[in-house]
């Protein structure tokens, strides 16, 4: 199976197997592979195994299987914080149900979503297992750190950090409202051929559009940093995505600079800074500088924050607000075949979460 599709195949735990396939598997020996697996687990398993679809959903995947439960979202991205916290009440159910049931997680494409889960599951068992499972556990940080840690974004890390400090508490909730009056980039990406770059922003709340910027025209050699201003504030609230595009010059393309995903459940600072390495995309990418960062300045209000002229961008710096270019309106996240809201809620994932208890954001 391997040889012709780059499957790959672990039983992390004697319970919980990672079923992965790469983004670039051809569709004929993806669904061929498919089968076969199928066909593996039923004759070991039977119908003691529940599929967890961290991938876009496919019909053929649930025809396949006799359970299974869709909890796809975008690749290389990090799942709503409500999400991680459904998929590890409904692992916990179905494992705690009975001595031989099985959970198996299947992703195709970065393994980064395997990560996720299996970290957060390890946390989530972490605070109900008892001595017995301990082997499971460092089973499960052997995984995500050989097999994921490589390859993982820093948001799907911040997720997993918001999702353990929660837990046990050492992360409070703040539940008052964000406004987002600025961002501002420290560093200029090079972008165009002449350094500079020409960034919009795209922000999305719950994976829906909210706001997006104009085309800023920077050149590198004139600007030391550039600031996205909104005003009014923009109310931000629960799972927070915020993508940088590079509209290439004369051309109807465009790149990511950054992306980075956070809850505002743990942002505690009106002032908070992400750096090179915390952004994704850009932590890997030379045309964004080694001292770059960008920050978000935050009021617990929509009003204009005052003593903010020292942010305005330089005479250099022009601005499109012409944001009806259909490459500036695209929504990369429109046409992910996934459900808005999990069917499974009301069904294996009715549990309290054990410890501290995760409000919906």
């Not at 197997?17 to 199928?38: G, K």
């Not at 975008?74 to 799942?79: I, N, Q």
């Not at 309106?329 to 999990?342: A, G, L, T, V």
Request: glycine letters at 6%; aromatic letters at 10%.
């Amino acid at each position: 199976m391997e040889s012709s599709c780059e499957l790959d195949l672990v039983y992390i735990t004697e319970r919980i197997i990672a079923v992965s396939y790469p983004s670039t598997a051809e569709e004929q020996s993806f669904c061929s592979n498919l089968r076969e697996v199928a066909h593996m687990l039923k004759s070991k398993h039977g119908n003691n195994y529940v599929l967890f679809n961290l991938s876009e959903r496919r019909h053929d995947i649930s025809k396949l299987h006799p359970k299974v439960l869709d909890f796809g979202w975008p690749d290389l991205h990090t799942p709503a914080l409500e999400k991680i916290c459904s998929i590890c009440k409904a692992m916990d159910t179905w494992l705690n149900a009975a001595a031989h049931n099985v959970v198996v997680l299947h992703n195709k494409g970065n393994r980064g979503r395997l990560g996720v889960v299996v970290a957060a599951y390890m946390h989530y068992s972490n605070i109900s297992a008892s001595a017995d499972q301990a082997l499971d556990r460092f089973a499960m940080k052997r995984f995500y750190e050989d097999k994921v840690v490589p390859v993982g974004q820093p948001s799907q890390k911040r997720y997993i950090h918001y999702f353990s400090g929660l837990l046990s508490g050492s992360i409070k909730m703040n539940n008052k409202p964000l406004f987002l009056h600025h961002v501002i980039m420290h560093g200029i990406p090079n972008f165009e051929s002449k350094g500079g770059c020409r960034p919009f922003l795209k922000i999305y709340q719950a994976m829906q559009p909210v706001y997006t910027s104009g085309i800023y025209n920077v050149q590198g050699d004139s600007q030391t940093g550039i600031c996205i201003t909104i005003e009014p504030g923009l109310l931000l609230k629960g799972d927070i995505l915020l993508k940088c595009y590079h509209k290439k010059f004369r051309s109807p393309t465009r790149d990511v600079i950054f992306r980075v995903q956070f809850h505002t459940c743990a942002v505690h600072d009106l002032d908070v800074v992400f750096g090179k390495e915390d952004l994704d995309e850009a932590f890997r990418d030379d045309r964004f500088p080694e001292y770059g960062k960008v920050e978000f300045v935050f009021s617990y209000g929509p009003e204009k924050i005052q003593g903010m002229e020292h942010l305005e961008n330089g005479p250099s710096v022009s601005v499109d607000y012409n944001t009806s270019d259909p490459l500036i309106r695209w929504d990369s996240y429109e046409n992910f075949n996934i459900q808005r809201e999990d069917s499974t809620e009301g069904t294996w994932a009715e549990q309290p979460l054990p410890g501290k208890h995760l409000e919906k954001g």
